[in-house]
């Protein structure tokens, strides 16, 4: 079964031109993006497994192009999504929102992105804290799964 594959990617993020944390070889899971169409630029992270019990976990990243700290932020989210262990985000959806599309998020987010966001049980954003661009990705994956879990 291609589920239970097991598959290594070697995934390496450089960042200011030095070798960081973030470059790690990745077993076991990938994770699927899959673009939807009925929100603007927006992505999904779908579990590998369709069989879940709780209610899916969702985030939203508010985003631009040509935001050298959005694409970072975006390389390191697509890492983080594909580590397994307990604090595995498997099971989260992922909208990345481009900001110039809409002039509400423009006016609401224009001098903050990258802004991550998450969807509480009422459909209401609780915008997540800011994260460092020099954070690592196993970081990144923990304060998500933590920020998720309350």
């Not at 291609?2 to 598959?7: F, G, L, S, Y």
């Not at 960081?20 to 497994?49: D, E, G, H, I």
């Not at 959005?70 to 580590?83: H, R």
């Not at 800011?130 to 799964?145: F, T």
């Amino acid at each position: 079964e291609r589920e239970r594959e097991m598959m290594a990617i070697a995934v390496g993020v450089a960042f200011a031109g030095r070798p960081s944390s973030s470059m790690l070889a990745l077993t076991r899971y990938r994770a699927k993006w899959v673009f939807n169409p009925l929100v603007s630029s927006s992505y999904s992270v779908q579990p590998s497994s369709s069989s879940t019990s709780l209610p899916p976990r969702k985030l939203i990243l508010y985003s631009k192009p040509g935001c050298c700290l959005c694409d970072g932020l975006k390389e390191k989210l697509q890492v983080a999504f594909t580590l397994s262990g307990p604090e595995s985000l498997h099971d989260v959806d992922l909208q990345i929102r481009d900001i110039t599309t809409n002039p509400e998020w423009e006016r609401a987010y224009q001098y903050e992105i990258p802004v991550l966001a998450r969807i509480l049980s009422d459909g209401t954003e609780e915008t997540l804290p800011r994260l460092s661009p020099r954070i690592g990705v196993e970081l990144i994956q923990k304060k998500i799964a933590a920020a998720l879990r309350q």
